[in-house]
């Protein structure tokens, strides 16, 4: 169980990075720097999102 959370969780974190990827594109285009500034921040989050998840994965793996 723990580990279906795990790759939800690296699935859910790769959406969001994908999402982070588009508005970096749409805020490139405007030359809006918030929605940039914004994307940038939801990036790193999902990058840390992933690897929490990875590091869940990797504990239950070694129990």
Do not use: C, P, Y
Not at 24 to 41: C, I, S, W, Y
């Amino acid at each position: 169980m723990i580990k279906v959370k795990g790759l939800l969780g690296v699935a859910i974190s790769i959406l969001g990075a994908v999402g982070a990827i588009t508005n970096v594109r749409a805020a490139k285009d405007k030359q809006d720097k918030l929605v940039l500034a914004n994307a940038g921040a939801s990036a790193l989050a999902a990058t840390t999102g992933v690897l929490l998840a990875l590091r869940s994965l990797r504990k239950e793996g070694g129990k």
